[in-house]
């Protein structure tokens, strides 16, 4: 009998251990609890007509007023359909080219990305995050680990790392569990070896980066690796002012440098690199030896190349002259990383699974926390608005019975 319960448990762990990349990913998810929309819907509810909202807001514009932070907010809250979203997305248009376009609330923008999910509307979710400027869409971070953790559910990490971008671009690598879906996002989906163009691989090199200096462990040391050589790859083969276009990192030459740099700490501390980091790395440094004076950083269009393409200056090219070193020095690290044991040979993916396994569980707990806080503050100030709404219309009706009495007033007279 016991024998035969062992044999079903062996069997069992053997088919855990074999499950694909996307399957093994749903098992590190966010939790139902973080997901689950309990405390969202508890808030106070304030039903409204879109009809009506939408006829207000449209007369409100021709009259070249302002319309309310608040009524857009109310739009949203009541959308109950696909259909609704695309209007929800042209009144977030109309009100962030608006006067009062500063005024969109935080719980606007959740709830925006919470009923994209709910709808069937996510690539609109994506769509305006990543077109911020356009819709003013900046969501907070709990907002992003909801539609990073849909993404990843589905096992769509382009994109998955498109949202990471966005997060990285407003430098929201706060919270722990922002941190490891976005590593875990950013690692999946350069497990499969996409072909990147320089915009990607600037991205990308900028999130594992900037990401990977939040985790003092493995998974963090390797994704600063990867973060370094990947903006290495694009200094070497388009120059340094590539490189910076939109990006929050130090402006200084020598990300190749700084990669080395990486694995010397690693050699002179008790943190290891993981295997495919450094196999990654190589095949860059591989790339850019055997085509220096090429473009390989992947296909792109006529007009995004012409964007992309800046003057390489006299600095580039004594940077790009230090190539053989830098490949010399990488195999010679390479090595004594061996010597030392200081090589994982579990896949990047494999350490942050790891990692989620161990610390997303408190991460969770945190912000869910912090979360029910955060909406018991948004009800508050939703009915102060609220409140400020009623006095000024209240005021408005006073002074409009006043100016029909002094018009009666005068009549008489």
């Known amino acids: 009998m016991a024998a035969s319960v062992w044999k079903r448990c062996v069997t069992a762990a053997v088919k855990v251990k074999c499950l694909s990349p996307s399957v093994s990913a749903r098992r590190w998810l966010l939790s139902a609890a973080y997901k689950d929309t309990k405390v969202w819907e508890a808030r106070e509810k304030d039903p409204q007509n879109l009809a009506v909202l939408a006829s207000i807001m449209n007369r409100t514009y021709e009259r070249n007023l302002p319309v309310s932070s608040l009524t857009v907010s109310r739009f949203v809250d009541n ?42 509307a996510r690539e609109k979710a994506l769509y305006t995050v990543k077109n911020k400027v356009q819709y003013g869409i900046f969501p907070d971070d709990f907002t992003f680990n909801l539609l990073i953790d849909s993404y990843i559910k589905d096992g769509d990490f382009k994109s998955a790392c498109s949202v990471v971008e966005e997060v990285m671009l407003q430098e929201a690598f706060d919270l722990p569990s922002t941190q490891i879906l976005s590593l875990y996002a950013l690692g999946s989906y350069l497990a499969g070896r996409p072909q990147l163009t320089v915009s990607e691989e600037r991205a990308l090199g900028a999130s594992l980066l900037i990401c990977g200096m939040m985790q003092d462990n493995s998974v963090g040391l390797s994704a600063q690796l990867l973060g370094n050589a990947l903006l290495g790859k694009v200094e070497m083969s388009k120059g340094i002012h590539a490189v910076f276009k939109g990006m929050p990192l130090f402006w200084g030459r020598g990300y190749l440098s700084r990669a080395l740099a990486v694995m010397e700490k690693a050699a002179s501390g008790d943190v290891k690199l993981s295997k495919d980091a450094l196999d990654y790395t190589n095949s860059l440094l591989q790339e850019l030896s055997s085509a220096s004076d090429t473009d390989s950083s992947g296909e ?16 580039d090219q004594a940077e790009q002259a230090k190539l053989p070193q830098y490949a010399s020095r990488f195999k010679e690290l390479s090595s004594q990383l061996e010597s030392q ?18 610390n997303l569980a408190a991460a969770e707990k945190l912000d869910l926390e912090q979360y029910e806080k955060r909406v018991q503050a948004w009800e508050a100030e939703t009915r102060q608005l609220i409140q400020r709404e009623k006095e000024m219309r209240e005021r408005a009706e006073q002074e409009k019975q006043k100016r029909m009495v002094a018009k009666a007033a005068a009549r008489q007279e």
Do not use: M
């Open 79 to 120: 959308i109950s359909s696909r259909e609704e979203v695309d209007q929800a997305e042209y009144y977030l248009y109309r009100f962030r080219h608006s006067p009062n376009c500063w005024y969109l609330r935080d719980w606007t923008i959740h709830s925006w990305i919470r009923q994209c999910l709910k709808y069937g």
């Open 300 to 315: 792109e269009s006529a007009g995004e190349e012409a964007k992309e393409e800046d003057a390489v200056d006299e600095d």
């Open 341 to 358: 044991g200081k090589v994982d040979s579990a896949s990047f993916q494999a350490l942050v699974a790891a990692l989620a396994q161990q």
